[in-house]
């Protein structure tokens, strides 16, 4: 049973860093793709930055620069580093797991985390 926990939200005021983990068990996250999703209040959920098995990444524009996605494959998690944060950085961050980076784009697809709460107060 593959399951996802996040961890590492909270509240920051602007221009301060979080770090958020995604500890996963039941598989292996060296061997997928993993994503991590944001969803503001009222808006859809979209992808922030993703990684795939072979460790190609990518970022949401708005994020590049600021946000650093990463992988400790011993501890079987993957992180988002999330610098000069601001309040359009306010959302529910999910981390997803798939067997490949189109698993992980395809919403109905793959594994989701319940999601942590980011809040950056200005």
């Known amino acids: 049973q593959v399951q996802l926990v996040e961890s590492g939200g909270g509240l920051v005021q602007a221009g301060g860093s979080l770090r958020l983990s995604c500890a996963v068990s039941g598989t292996t996250v060296s061997i997928n793709a993993m994503g991590w999703f944001q969803q503001a209040p009222g808006k859809q959920r979209e992808l922030v930055a993703a990684?795939?098995?072979?460790?190609?990444?990518t970022y949401k524009d708005s994020v590049r620069g600021r946000f650093t996605i990463s992988r400790d494959n011993a501890k079987n998690t993957v992180y988002l580093q999330m610098n000069s944060l601001s309040s359009d950085d306010t959302a529910v961050y999910y981390c997803k797991l798939g067997s490949s980076l189109r698993t992980v784009l395809t919403g109905s697809l793959g594994y989701w985390g319940q999601g942590t709460q980011v809040t950056v107060s200005s």
């Open positions: 990684i795939t098995s072979s460790g190609t990444i």
